[in-house]
């Protein structure tokens, strides 16, 4: 459908880019967010670095981890070690809150307005900034859920007080063999109930959050929607990128806005109605809130 050609946004027009951006955001009947790993990096949800050094010194000096990610898929020799890891992992990036306010502002910025949030984060970012749950669709799971490592039925489990628990007793990297989780029906390890192979558990919860999704695209079809693209890479762009493009692309009245740290950019074929903003996601918010502050004033 779209031409290979795509089109960057030129700093020289990131002002006009952010009045229009907030001129969209204040005219939109509706707003669709959908959010990728840009917008918690922005938010301080880093995964490497000083963040990474201060939470795993130990596997860092044992393993040579470059960053959390590499942990993650590393086969430990036990269960023990691997909850060691995964529960610090799970802990700071799903139990505290971001350093940054990224998604406070955001929410400020839609909180009058009919919104809903497509997004493949998996650290409840959005539901502790207070964004409403039933408006937020994760989906590529949640670090706050097990599933069953085979998995055996299609149900997940909250995964909070055991990892707390675990981060608090763990001893020489390892916690202790009682508080290795295992699947309640048929006793295999549980695991994250993250999208990373065919085994994924779409539990009631997700496929009610999809229910949700559809309907509000639903019921403004045809309206005036700005589709709010924020941090999303080229990893997975089946699930936000190139449906926002295509439901902007047939719908005249639609706005497709990207606003990306360094690849902010979008088909030709929806030039008219698209708006690329570059740079760090938090100041970029937090310019599209000033500019309405002073539009106010100066009304």
């Known amino acids: 459908m779209f031409s290979k050609t795509m089109t960057m946004q030129s700093t020289g027009v990131c002002c006009n ?12 009947e509706a707003v ?35 960053d959390m990610y590499s942990g993650g898929f590393y086969p430990f020799e036990s269960l023990e070690e691997h909850w060691a890891y995964w529960s610090r992992y799970i802990y700071i990036n799903r139990y505290m809150d971001a350093p940054k306010p990224v998604y406070s502002d955001l929410l400020q910025l839609v ?34 859920l097990w599933q069953c490592s085979k998995p055996c039925h299609q149900k997940t489990y909250d995964n909070e007080a055991t990892i707390k628990k675990m981060v608090a007793v763990q001893k ?3 916690i202790p063999s009682a508080l290795v ?37 639903g019921r403004h079809k045809g309206r005036r929607v700005l589709f709010l693209e924020l941090g999303v890479g080229g990893n997975t762009p089946v699930i936000i990128k190139y449906p926002f493009w295509k439901m902007t692309y047939q719908n005249p009245k639609a706005v497709y806005a990207c606003v990306n740290l360094s690849e902010a950019y979008r088909p030709p074929e929806i030039k008219r109605q698209a708006i690329c903003v570059e740079g760090d996601i938090g100041e970029i918010l937090n310019s599209v809130r000033l500019t309405h502050i002073c539009q106010k004033a100066g009304a």
């Open 181 to 217: 989780p295992h699947c309640p029906v048929c006793g295999a390890p549980m695991t994250m109930n993250l999208r990373t192979d065919m085994t994924f558990v779409e539990d009631e919860g997700w496929h009610e959050a999809a229910r949700r999704y559809e309907d509000f695209l």
């Open 172 to 174: 020489d990297m390892r």
């Open 111 to 144: 909180r009058d307005k009919d919104y809903f949030v497509l997004t493949t984060n998996v650290d409840h970012c959005f539901q502790k900034a207070g964004f409403d749950k039933h408006r937020l669709f994760y989906t590529q799971g949640d670090y706050g």
């Open 32 to 66: 669709v967010i959908g959010a990728g790993s840009g917008l918690s990096t922005s938010a301080g949800f880093t995964y490497a670095g000083e963040r990474f050094e201060k939470y795993f010194g130990d596997f860092i000096v044992k393993y040579g981890f470059g």
């Open 17 to 28: 880019s952010i009045a229009r951006l907030r001129e969209e955001l204040d005219a939109a």
